[in-house]
């Protein structure tokens, strides 16, 4: 924290403490800043200062004309991780489980490869390729970001597409023309959202999303690479590792 005030800090760390244990439980409101200025004698900007580090937590959630209120806990919905080289299969039986609707809305379109993207597929910094926008929703409420990219072939040209209908990957076009897929590599982090995840995400302050860049391989060749995009405070992820017995 840029500001290392000693008097906003006790208002944060009271506040989160009754918050952790239970004094303070979900849904339960937040003292405003008047009561705070006057319950732990500070001023009216070290309050201010107080609730919004709360709120940049994800511990309080503020709307206006009510003021603030305790964060409900919410309950993650899984969303299972599998083999599908289709990523609106997995996620519709994942919302269908759920009792959720689900959809989604693409854009595809030609782009130049950013350097962590060529560096996964393999192709030179600034190539060609094809870059996939998705949206997805579950009973309409955005869900889950996922943008993928293929390389161009030569002689290839991708004029820009849009839709809410199944659009084929590249890695289901392989496998549908018989030619294997051998791997799929995945890596998961957690950071905090970019203002227009946030936004497309209708994200609250504080809530971290999970980063999920997975890479689709036809022998040692990558064939497609995709980073989805998460909430953190709504789902969790579930893998299934086949026994090697």
């Known amino acids: 924290m840029a500001n290392s005030d000693p008097v906003y800090l006790r208002v944060v760390e009271d506040i989160r403490r009754q918050i952790v244990d239970g004094t303070l439980p979900p849904g339960a409101p937040i003292p405003s800043r008047h009561q705070i200025t006057r319950k732990y004698s500070v001023g009216e900007t070290a309050a201010r200062h107080a609730l919004r580090v709360l709120a940049q937590e994800g511990l309080i959630?503020?709307?206006?004309?009510?003021?603030?209120?305790?964060?409900?806990?919410?309950?993650?919905?899984?969303?299972?991780?599998?083999?599908?080289?289709?990523?609106?299969?997995?996620?519709?039986?994942?919302?269908?489980?759920?009792?959720?609707?689900?959809?989604?809305?693409?854009?595809?379109?030609?782009?130049?490869?950013?350097?962590?993207?060529?560096?996964?597929?393999?192709?030179?910094?600034?190539?060609?390729v094809i870059r996939t926008r998705y949206v997805f929703?579950?009973?309409?409420?955005?869900?889950?970001?996922?943008?993928?990219?293929?390389?161009?072939?030569?002689?290839?040209?991708?004029?820009?597409?849009?839709?809410?209908?199944?659009?084929?990957?590249?890695?289901?076009?392989?496998?549908?023309?018989?030619?294997?897929?051998?791997?799929?590599?995945e890596t998961v982090l957690i950071r905090v959202p970019q203002p227009t995840e946030s936004d497309l995400l209708e994200l609250p302050a504080g809530v971290q999303v999970l980063q999920i860049e997975r890479t689709y391989w036809a022998g040692e060749h990558p064939v497609e690479t995709s980073d989805a995009v998460v909430p953190g405070d709504r789902f969790r992820l579930v893998y299934g590792i086949p026994s090697p017995l």
């Open 137 to 185: 929703r579950g009973d309409g409420r955005p869900a889950q970001l996922l943008t993928s990219y293929e390389p161009v072939e030569p002689g290839q040209s991708q004029a820009p597409e849009e839709g809410t209908y199944e659009r084929r990957s590249a890695a289901f076009r392989l496998a549908a023309s018989g030619r294997p897929l051998t791997e799929i590599s």
């Open 61 to 128: 959630i503020g709307r206006v004309g009510s003021g603030h209120r305790v964060r409900e806990k919410p309950i993650l919905l899984p969303l299972h991780r599998s083999r599908l080289p289709e990523p609106h299969a997995a996620f519709a039986n994942d919302m269908q489980a759920g009792g959720r609707q689900p959809s989604w809305n693409w854009r595809s379109e030609l782009a130049d490869a950013p350097p962590d993207i060529a560096h996964r597929l393999r192709v030179g910094e600034c190539s060609p």
